[in-house]
């Protein structure tokens, strides 16, 4: 039966499109990545060139897919699953160089962007049904030039598009590879709208060169009681070390781990290694014939699912184009560094503080001192000053609260910068990381922030000032008497036009008035307010500057003062000098 399996995968394979790669089918780049400015292409000509062939594009599509850190041997593996599609003797010749994804030796990256195999495979399932089965490797992470972000996109995008990830790491599982693998599951299940089950499907822990077959031996029943140590959450874990693992467990339908064996030192150290198996460990070789089979036998292949429904090819090449909108855009968070998250968080925390003391100041300040000069105090009261000095100092006198009245502004704002400058010094001396520049600006942000703060406070006093309160219904209410009077003394001397228009604005005026309270008593049109409110400002002004120079205050004193030097005189000429 298994014989017959492996040469139905020759048989349905259907071959590559002719404009896509000529006559030999290999990979091909689907998702490239501009070095420049770091962003994202989807080849959309060569994806429907390999997905919409009439033979497959109406088929359940198999997505399976390597991903991990660079040079690590994500291609190398991939190799052997391209063998065991086409062959039946699929591990092949001792002295048979490997081909297939391109790969070598060495410490440089080759992979870049996304690529997949040009030939999808058609297989027979035991139910009689054909699935297409697609090949995909992607590019290295955490090479020389890819940022965080470029990493978390590729990651996400073959985790997103795949019915199958297999995570490759190297020796063991970190905690490290744990948090990169919830940044990176995060990152795409936020690209993923309307998700109502677990977003990804299948995810393989493959750890290559495990060097710990006595503890756990190779394979994948090892792998699956290393890979149920690492994930367990434990009440002794720190509460981060739980949410990462609980993370992991919300974002897999299935989870497993396959611990494969290192490959020899030829492998690892010889320049002319070509994939030749006779310099392949015998182990490795053994391994690698049980794990092909556990990830492409018929019996387990898993087509590609979203929402619970079956993905065809034809609808894998749309989910590609609108996952690849997503992150061209702007909309999604750009993922950070470690350092460049920790940093941010670290002045985030700095700046809130900060604002916090600058609230707490302007709403409670003791307005009176809590020291006691003891040695003016007779020894009989000292102890009852001391304790009406200590009640004091606990009721939190507030400057500017809610519940008190009105505060001069000049003290206001007096309060104001002092309590800025505390703000200002409490967050230049809290340690904070990222270095001066990238302080500066979480520093100019705060400023920024205190600023608003100020101008709420300010504006919260101003309302509490009664006569402020009352200023556009009394201008309005002077205004119409004003009118009235002007009007009367108009139509008196004959000027009846000019009277007309007087008394339509003083009808104006009274409605003003009336519109302004039902404002006020009903909370509603508040725009219309607003707008009173500044007329009534203009008007009040436009009088100020205009009829008096200097403050009303003073003129009061000066009237007063001009009434006692002239009190001598006859009461027509103190009229008109006040007058003049």
Not at 150 to 171: E, K, R
Not at 458 to 482: D, G
């Amino acid at each position: 039966l298994f014989s017959e399996q492996r040469m139905e995968h020759r048989r349905l394979s259907h071959a590559p499109p002719q404009g896509t790669m000529g006559s030999e089918p290999g990979p091909v780049q689907i998702v490239t990545v501009c070095k420049e400015d770091h962003s994202f292409a989807l080849d959309t000509e060569a994806l429907e060139g390999v997905l919409l062939a009439p033979e497959i594009r109406d088929k359940h599509v198999v997505v399976l897919s390597v991903a991990g850190a660079f040079r690590k041997g994500k291609s190398f593996i991939l190799d052997f699953m391209l063998r065991y599609m086409y062959r039946k003797d699929w591990l092949g010749q001792d002295n048979e160089p490997l081909t297939g994804f391109k790969w070598r030796g060495g410490s440089e990256p080759e992979t870049t962007g996304i690529q997949v195999w040009s030939q999808v495979f058609l297989v027979k399932k035991k139910n009689g049904t054909e699935v297409a089965v697609l090949l995909m490797d992607t590019q290295g992470a955490f090479d020389n030039q890819s940022t965080v972000k470029d990493c978390a996109t590729i990651f996400a995008l073959s985790t997103m598009t795949s019915s199958i990830q297999i995570y490759n790491l190297s020796q063991n599982i970190q905690e490290d590879d744990l948090q990169q693998l919830q940044l990176f599951t995060e990152y795409g299940r936020l690209a993923m709208d309307e998700i109502f089950q677990k977003p990804f499907q299948s995810l393989m822990f493959l750890i290559r060169d495990w060097s710990f077959p006595y503890e756990y031996k190779y394979g994948l029943e090892g792998g699956s009681m290393f890979l149920d140590k690492r994930l367990q959450v434990k009440e002794s874990q720190h509460k981060e070390l739980q949410s990462v693992r609980e993370h992991i467990h919300s974002c897999f339908t299935y989870i497993n781990c396959f611990l494969l064996p290192h490959p020899g030192l030829k492998v690892a150290t010889s320049p002319a290694f070509k994939g030749q198996l006779s310099d392949v460990a015998p182990e490795f070789k053994d391994q690698l014939r049980n794990l092909i089979p556990k990830l492409l036998s018929p019996e387990k292949l898993a087509e590609k699912e979203i929402n619970g429904n079956k993905v065809t090819c034809r609808g894998l090449v749309e989910f590609f184009k609108a996952y690849i909108k997503i992150y061209q855009g702007e909309d999604l968070p750009h993922p950070k560094s470690m350092l460049m998250a920790t940093a941010e968080a670290n002045n985030l925390a700095a700046v809130a503080a900060a604002k916090d003391q600058y609230y707490r100041n302007m709403e409670k300040v003791g307005l009176l001192s809590t020291h006691v000069p003891e040695r003016r105090i007779p020894p009989n009261y000292l102890d009852l000053t001391l304790l009406f000095f200590f009640f004091l100092s606990t009721i939190a006198l507030k400057v500017c609260g809610g519940d008190l009245p009105y505060v001069n502004p000049a003290s206001l704002e007096e309060k104001h910068e002092f309590y800025l400058q505390e703000s200002l010094h409490l967050f230049s001396s809290t340690k904070k990381m990222g270095g001066k520049e990238f302080c500066n600006r979480y520093r100019d942000q705060l400023e920024a922030e205190l600023g608003e703060m100020w101008e709420s406070f300010s504006k919260h006093n101003q309302s509490k000032n009664i006569f402020s309160a009352f200023q556009t219904p009394a201008v309005l209410f002077v205004l119409v008497c004003f009118l009235y009077v002007l009007s009367g003394l108009l139509v008196f001397i004959g000027l009846a036009t000019i009277a007309f228009a007087c008394d339509c604005l003083l009808g104006l005026a009274m409605l003003a008035m009336l519109t302004w309270a039902f404002i006020r008593y009903s909370g509603k049109y508040r725009g219309l307010g607003g707008a009173i409110d500044e007329t009534a400002g203009i008007i009040l002004e436009k009088v100020r500057t205009q009829a008096v120079d200097i403050p009303p205050s003073e003129t009061i004193v000066k009237m007063a003062e001009g009434g006692r030097s002239d009190a001598g005189k006859p009461a027509s000429f103190q009229w008109h000098t006040q007058m003049g």
